[in-house]
């Protein structure tokens, strides 16, 4: 079983990488993150799992740290009818900062789920009951990076009306952060806040 490799990056594609190792050429899909951080020529290391499809054989999948791979193996495991390329598709989105997945898990918060990471009101709550007491299996580092989040946790509502209305997650965070270095009044209405963000956004 293959469990790491470190080579050659010969091609790059959008979810995963051709990586030369030993004069064999080895494709692993990879976290979208992941893969578009790499280039061809460069040198890269992976903690790889292997899955076995009676369509395609052996299909390789590549992490860049043990921590990822953990994770990927938690959501396979843990959670209802999860393959391997559906625990990638949730690997993707909570690699946005695993340790704010990891606290909206412990918490039991499906509205960070949905307004930071993009899940729906659906899979927040299966991935809630499935990983609820099980995620401590898995070594988390690093810090927190929804730091807007931290300070006023009712803003996750906010978030979440505004990924309704077409923004991306990414957007919306930065609007609110940018509000909160302005000083968003915590006794404003979350109405309010919303109108604010979207003066931000539309500029």
């Known amino acids: 079983m ?16 051709v ?22 020529g460069q040198e890269a290391t992976f903690f790889v799992a292997e ?3 009676p369509y395609d054989g052996t299909v390789l999948y590549g992490f860049a740290s043990k921590q990822d791979k953990e994770l990927w193996q938690l959501f396979k495991t ?7 390329k559906k625990a990638l598709e949730f690997l993707n989105k909570a690699l946005r900062s695993v340790a704010d997945f990891h606290q909206a898990i412990l ?18 709550e299966k991935l809630i009951n499935s990983l609820k007491d099980k995620m401590d299996a ?14 006023a946790p009712y803003l996750s509502g906010v978030l979440e009306a505004l ?8 957007e919306s ?6 509000l909160q270095a302005e000083g968003i009044n915590p006794n404003d209405k979350i109405e309010t806040i919303i109108t604010q963000a979207l003066r931000v956004l539309k500029k």
């Open 2 to 17: 293959i469990a790491y490799l470190k080579g050659e990056i010969l091609e790059t594609q959008e979810d995963g990488a």
């Open 19 to 40: 990586v030369l190792c030993g004069g064999v050429g080895y494709e692993i899909n990879l976290p979208h993150a992941t893969a578009q951080d790499l280039t061809a």
């Open 51 to 53: 899955s076995i499809s």
């Open 78 to 84: 843990a959670i209802p009818n999860t393959g391997p």
């Open 107 to 124: 918490k039991r918060d499906p509205k960070i789920l949905t307004g930071i990471f993009g899940f729906t009101s659906k899979t927040a």
């Open 138 to 151: 898995v070594s988390i580092q690093g810090e927190s990076k929804i730091k807007v989040l931290d300070d």
């Open 163 to 170: 990924g309704a209305l077409g923004y991306s997650a990414s």
């Open 173 to 178: 965070r930065r609007a609110l952060e940018k």
